[in-house]
Structure formats: structure tokens, C-alpha cells
């Protein structure tokens, strides 16, 4: 928590000052209080307040001063908070590997089918793109609150060779800057672009999602990439799908493109690639998470995929900011200087007092009374 007005504490001197002050009004009743000869009926005839009841509401009283003191100096601490602005920017892998068949029909197939069912989930108005990487990296579709569109371009995905994952997520950083100035284009020096690792404080409301089954191959390191993303605090989350399994690498006709090197299957589709085995690099694709303050997750199965993709939201459009909070000290001073209050006019509130004799209303004892009955009047 940080004071906007830090000087503005000097109004916690109000609570010694207010003690001081009862400390000298009470010693001055007592030197000026009327001696009466019989204090036990008086006190007798007084309603008894037990000291826990004559503290209470001078604790609550005292705390309420200091939270109201504390909340003049207009306190801020960072909340998480829901962003409506938040853009997600989805990076699918579409290497060749993504024909291989340990998750079925393949895993291609099982990414668009999770990849459908995350944009039919979001909220209306929430701006989705999507970049597509092979051995390059592409935005296929800009930011766009368009489910129908982002629906279409991901049913058109075709396998290529290579995977250029540090590519992409520059891509997607580029995609970003376009809609939010506070994001500069990679290229641009930005403070603190030199230092990997260091992703403290508040981050951008864009995130971006990035789904891969394999390693860099080409073009920019992911650990270069994710220094760029980190430098302008755009957080990076990372999907690692398959499994360790070999397999049987098989595609559709629709779901190759012209460089692929397969060989047709003899039933419409094309295949090869027996006894492939899973190649993650989990230990980069954690690296890329830490860096940007994301998070790694590994799917090894379709239904794993649309669980991490279904879940992910509640982590990305919450952002912690920083938010002014006066106000909450505000109530909650003055809550409790209004129980204070509130009790100490409920316990001393009046009750009819019996009536002392009238040897007492005199300040007199009954013996002294009679005594000065029986002389004669001068």
C-alpha cells in the first residue's frame, strides 16, 4: 500500500490530543466536584456500568480515528480487478507435427475443435485474433469481437513445415501494438528490454495465448521474443499438446499445403512420419511464461487442451492495478465512530433514580438532622 499524501498522517495526532483532553476535563470535574456526606447512597442509587462496557466504546471510537487519519492521507494498493479492454491474441502451432495421430483423429483436428469451443465461450465484445506459425508467422485475423469470422479462419488451417515459435510471438506482440498505444512495436527500445526475468508490476490488459506441440526450429529464440513481451509487460501463456506416444503423422487433404512431405494414404488423406515421438521444449516454453508473468500448462489429450483453454480467461482478464481505496477507509472509519457512539448512549442511557432522603437532599445524616431539630432557633 502507498500514501498519495503521506504529511496528511498528522491527523492521527487528533486521537492523543482528544485523551489528553479527557484526561485534563476529568481531573478538573473531580477538583471542583461537591463533597457529600453520604457517598454510599449515591452510589447505591446509580445505574453500576462495568469497565469493559465504559472501554468498548472508547476503543471503537479510537480506531475509528486512526482508519479516517489513515484514509485522509488518500491510500492506493494494488486489487486485482476485471478488464473489459482485455485483447487475446491465439498463436496455434500448425507445423507438420500437428498431423500426428496420438491424439485423435490428430492433432490438428483436436486444437480447431478446442480452439472453437474457447471463442464460442467468451463473453460477447471480448476482441480475440489469431496468428497462425509453421517456419513463419502470420496474423490471420486482427482483433475482432467477429466469432463468426475467427470460426471460419480457424476451420481453413493448414499444415507447413517448421516451427517458428519465437516468430510468433513477436507477431502477436505487433497485432497488439496496433490497437493499444501503450504497446510499442518490436524493434522499439523500451526500458528495461535488456532484463529477461524482470516482469514486476501492473501488465498490459492484452495477453497472449500461444499453442504449440514441438521446438523452435527457425527465425527468432522464444526467450529473445519473450524479452520483447516482458519489456512491455504483455503476458505470455504457453500450451504444450501431445503426448510422448509414437505415432503415425495423418492429415487430410484439406489440412495440408502445398510444402507439406507427405505421401497419400490411399483413403483420401496423406500419412508418414512412423514412430514419432512428442519433441516439446517444456523447459523454453516455461522459461517464456515465467519471463512475461504467464503460466506453462500441458495438454496431452483434446479433452486437457479445451480444459486449459476454458479456464485460462479467469486468469487473463483479471489485472492488478492500482487503485485509490480512501473511500473504503472513509466507511470504515465512520462505521465504527458510529457504534462507538451508538453504545455508549445505549449503556448510559437514563433510568429513573430513586429518591434520596431528604436528610440526604439536605447533606445531612439522619442522626445530624435530629440533632439540629432539638436546638432552638437562634
Same mark, same amino acid.
Given at each position: 500500500?502507498?500514501?498519495?499524501?503521506?504529511?496528511?498522517?498528522?491527523?492521527?495526532?487528533?486521537?492523543?490530543?482528544?485523551?489528553?483532553?479527557?484526561?485534563?476535563?476529568?481531573?478538573?470535574?473531580?477538583?471542583?466536584?461537591?463533597?457529600?456526606?453520604?457517598?454510599?447512597?449515591?452510589?447505591?442509587?446509580?445505574?453500576?456500568?462495568?469497565?469493559?462496557?465504559?472501554?468498548?466504546?472508547?476503543?471503537?471510537?479510537?480506531?475509528?480515528?486512526?482508519?479516517?487519519?489513515?484514509?485522509?492521507?488518500?491510500?492506493?494498493?494494488? @486489487?486485482? @480487478?476485471?478488464?473489459?479492454?482485455?485483447?487475446?491474441?491465439?498463436?496455434?502451432?500448425?507445423?507438420?507435427?500437428?498431423?500426428?495421430?496420438?491424439?485423435?483423429?490428430?492433432?490438428?483436428?483436436?486444437?480447431?475443435?478446442?480452439?472453437?469451443?474457447?471463442?464460442?465461450?467468451?463473453?460477447?465484445?471480448?476482441?480475440?485474433?489469431?496468428?497462425?506459425?509453421?517456419?513463419?508467422?502470420?496474423?490471420?485475423?486482427?482483433?475482432?469481437?467477429?466469432?463468426?469470422?475467427?470460426?471460419?479462419?480457424?476451420?481453413?488451417?493448414?499444415?507447413?513445415?517448421?516451427?517458428?515459435?519465437?516468430?510468433?510471438?513477436?507477431?502477436?506482440?505487433?497485432?497488439?501494438?496496433?490497437?493499444?498505444?501503450?504497446?510499442?512495436?518490436?524493434?522499439?527500445?523500451?526500458?528495461?528490454?535488456?532484463?529477461?526475468?524482470?516482469?514486476?508490476?501492473?501488465?498490459?490488459?492484452?495477453?497472449?495465448?500461444?499453442?504449440?506441440?514441438?521446438?523452435?526450429?527457425?527465425?527468432?529464440?522464444?526467450?529473445?521474443?519473450?524479452?520483447?513481451?516482458?519489456?512491455?509487460?504483455?503476458?505470455?501463456?504457453?500450451?504444450?499438446?501431445?503426448?510422448?506416444?509414437?505415432?503415425?503423422?495423418?492429415?487430410?487433404?484439406?489440412?495440408?499445403?502445398?510444402?507439406?512431405?507427405?505421401?497419400?494414404?490411399?483413403?483420401?488423406?496423406?500419412?508418414?512420419?512412423?514412430?514419432?515421438? +512428442?519433441?516439446?521444449?517444456?523447459?523454453?516454453?516455461?522459461?517464456?511464461?515465467?519471463?512475461?508473468?504467464?503460466?506453462?500448462?500441458?495438454?496431452?489429450?483434446?479433452?486437457?487442451?479445451?480444459?486449459?483453454?476454458?479456464?485460462?480467461?479467469?486468469?487473463?482478464?483479471?489485472?492488478?492495478?492500482?487503485?485509490?481505496?480512501?473511500?473504503?477507509?472513509?466507511?470504515?472509519?465512520?462505521?465504527?465512530?458510529?457504534?462507538? @457512539?451508538?453504545?455508549? +448512549?445505549?449503556?448510559?442511557?437514563?433510568?429513573?433514580?430513586?429518591?434520596?432522603?431528604?436528610?440526604?437532599?439536605?447533606?445531612? +445524616?439522619?442522626?445530624?438532622?435530629?440533632?439540629?431539630?432539638?436546638?432552638?432557633?437562634?
Amino acid at each position: 500500500m502507498s500514501l498519495t499524501w503521506p504529511w496528511a498522517l498528522i491527523a492521527l495526532l487528533a486521537f492523543p490530543i482528544l485523551l489528553g483532553f479527557r484526561w485534563w476535563t476529568r481531573r478538573r470535574r473531580r477538583r471542583e466536584a461537591v463533597r457529600i456526606s453520604s457517598v454510599t447512597l449515591i452510589k447505591a442509587a446509580l445505574p453500576g456500568r462495568s469497565l469493559l462496557r465504559r472501554r468498548i466504546p472508547l476503543w471503537l471510537f479510537a480506531a475509528g480515528l486512526i482508519i479516517l487519519g489513515t484514509g485522509a492521507a488518500r491510500p492506493h494498493a494494488s @486489487v486485482s @480487478v476485471p478488464s473489459n479492454a482485455a485483447t487475446i491474441l491465439l498463436a496455434m502451432d500448425v507445423s507438420g507435427s500437428m498431423c500426428s495421430t496420438d491424439v485423435a483423429p490428430n492433432r490438428l483436428t483436436a486444437a480447431q475443435k478446442a480452439a472453437h469451443e474457447f471463442i464460442q465461450a467468451q463473453d460477447e465484445g471480448s476482441r480475440i485474433g489469431l496468428v497462425t506459425f509453421s517456419g513463419t508467422a502470420g496474423l490471420l485475423v486482427e482483433p475482432t469481437t467477429d466469432k463468426a469470422e475467427l470460426l471460419a479462419a480457424i476451420d481453413t488451417l493448414r499444415t507447413s513445415r517448421g516451427t517458428a515459435i519465437g516468430l510468433a510471438i513477436l507477431t502477436s506482440i505487433d497485432a497488439i501494438a496496433e490497437i493499444n498505444r501503450n504497446v510499442p512495436r518490436t524493434g522499439v527500445d523500451v526500458p528495461g528490454g535488456d532484463s529477461p526475468g524482470d516482469a514486476a508490476g501492473d501488465y498490459q490488459p492484452d495477453t497472449i495465448i500461444l499453442l504449440t506441440d514441438g521446438r523452435n526450429t527457425q527465425g527468432v529464440e522464444p526467450v529473445t521474443a519473450a524479452t520483447e513481451a516482458a519489456a512491455r509487460r504483455v503476458r505470455v501463456y504457453t500450451i504444450g499438446f501431445g503426448t510422448t506416444q509414437p505415432s503415425q503423422m495423418m492429415c487430410t487433404r484439406d489440412q495440408i499445403s502445398g510444402d507439406a512431405a507427405f505421401r497419400p494414404d490411399g483413403r483420401g488423406g496423406f500419412g508418414g512420419g512412423r514412430g514419432r515421438y +512428442q519433441q516439446i521444449d517444456e523447459a523454453t516454453l516455461t522459461q517464456v511464461a515465467d519471463m512475461t508473468g504467464g503460466e506453462y500448462f500441458q495438454a496431452e489429450d483434446a479433452e486437457a487442451l479445451s480444459d486449459v483453454l476454458l479456464d485460462l480467461p479467469n486468469s487473463i482478464t483479471l489485472q492488478r492495478q492500482d487503485m485509490e481505496i480512501t473511500v473504503w477507509f472513509a466507511l470504515a472509519g465512520a462505521v465504527l465512530i458510529l457504534l462507538a @457512539v451508538g453504545l455508549s +448512549q445505549w449503556w448510559n442511557r437514563s433510568t429513573p433514580l430513586p429518591t434520596p432522603p431528604l436528610s440526604v437532599r439536605n447533606g445531612l +445524616q439522619p442522626d445530624q438532622r435530629n440533632n439540629n431539630l432539638d436546638q432552638p432557633a437562634r
